[in-house]
T-cell receptor, first 112, second 109 residues
Framework: NAGVTQTPKFQVLKTGQSMTLQCAQDMNHNSMYWYRQDPGMGLRLIYYSASEGTTDKGEVPNGYNVSRLNKREFSLRLESAAPSQTSVYFC???????????FGPGTRLLVL | GQQLNQSPQSMFIQEGEDVSMNCTSSSIFNTWLWYKQEPGEGPVLLIALYKAGELTSNGRLTAQFGITRKDSFLNISASIPSDVGIYFCAGQLNNDMRFGAGTRLTVKP
């Protein structure tokens, strides 16, 4: 079991470029989440998908879109990257609503 | 939105000492979780608490879900060098999970 995997591990973008962060889980979990982590702060929820076919906004959704491609995969897209989106992005999954969340290793994004 | 206040921000302790950290919130949660994060890694779940008043242990770690549902603490007994890392509390209500800012633990051998 790989658990939760994320690609890429690192990415550098120029302002205005777009990119998609990929996340996959092999634990047959129903719910998946995207967070960002900034220095000195806890993780903040961007978007989540309670089950396949549904997505909802979290605490900081502006500037992002998500796609729950299937039960295993949940992608995060930045349409026009901004320096304020420089952060470490974590994907997580859980069995379902309110259950324990398990995290991937993170994607470190730098927007110049 | 709900804010979690985690304290202390950092701790420098000697190997063998006990550690205590806590989180408080202005809102209630259904679940409290404690995670540990090491450099370059994602958070790893240490303990999950599901009921107010619940006290749960995982080896040298003990955590409690406050009776008001607005707070939780984590204790680490007899610390060892590999306990070094950042510890995060998280309060969960349905699919909304909020994190504390973390407690950075340094253990001196």
């Amino acid at each position: 079991n790989a658990g939760v995997t994320q690609t890429p591990k690192f990415q550098v973008l120029k302002t205005g470029q777009s990119m998609t962060l990929q996340c996959a889980q092999d634990m047959n979990h129903n719910s998946m989440y995207w967070y960002r982590q900034d220095p000195g702060m806890g993780l903040r929820l961007i978007y989540y998908s309670a089950s396949e076919g549904t997505t909802d906004k979290g605490e900081v959704p502006n500037g992002y879109n998500v796609s729950r491609l299937n039960k295993r995969e949940f992608s995060l897209r930045l349409e026009s990257a901004a320096p304020s989106q420089t952060s470490v992005y974590f994907c997580a999954s859980s069995e379902g609503n309110g259950r324990d969340q398990y995290f991937g290793p993170g994607t470190r994004l730098l927007v110049l | 939105g709900q804010q979690l206040n985690q304290s202390p921000q950092s701790m420098f302790i000697q190997e063998g000492e006990d550690v205590s950290m806590n989180c408080t919130s202005s809102s209630i949660f259904n679940t409290w979780l404690w995670y540990k994060q090491e450099p370059g890694e994602g958070p790893v779940l240490l303990i999950a608490l599901y009921k107010a008043g619940e006290l749960t242990s995982n080896g040298r770690l003990t955590a409690q879900f406050g009776i008001t549902r607005k707070d939780s603490f984590l204790n680490i007994s007899a610390s060892i060098p590999s306990d070094v890392g950042i510890y995060f509390c998280a309060g969960q209500l349905n699919n909304d999970m909020r994190f504390g800012a973390g407690t950075r633990l340094t253990v001196k051998p």
